[in-house]
């Protein structure tokens, strides 16, 4: 899997999916929040993953079918709507992986 950019190209077919950082869509929200004034400066600004990742496997594809079953990536979508809803809260799963 590669992240911050669509990796593809690298391993073309070794690349299961890249998370490529959506820099657009961030710079987009932040420039409409400060053009409708609801921009609030100070606090950290905390996107759902769905709008700061994009899931990139080449130009035209989120994933590699030849690596992920359409089973697995239909599992991974309702992970990953459950994520960008906060029907699973990361901080919690993650502390009682310390515990």
């Known amino acids: 899997m590669g992240c911050y950019s669509d ?9 299961a999916t890249s998370f490529e950082m959506n820099l657009a869509g961030m710079v987009t929200t932040a420039a409409n929040a400060v053009a409708t004034h609801t921009f609030t400066g100070g606090t950290e600004w905390r ?11 080449g130009p035209n594809a989120q994933y ?15 992970i990953w709507s459950d994520l960008a809803q906060k ?8 502390a009682g992986l310390r515990a």
Not at 47 to 57: E, G, I
Not at 64 to 78: C, E
Not at 87 to 94: G, M, N, Q, T, W
């Open 7 to 15: 990796q593809t190209a690298l391993a073309p077919t070794h690349m």
């Open 47 to 57: 996107p759902t993953v769905d709008k700061m990742w994009l899931l990139r496997a």
């Open 64 to 78: 590699n079918p030849t690596l992920i079953s359409t089973a697995a990536w239909s599992t991974f979508q309702t």
């Open 87 to 94: 029907k699973i809260d990361v901080s919690a799963v993650v």
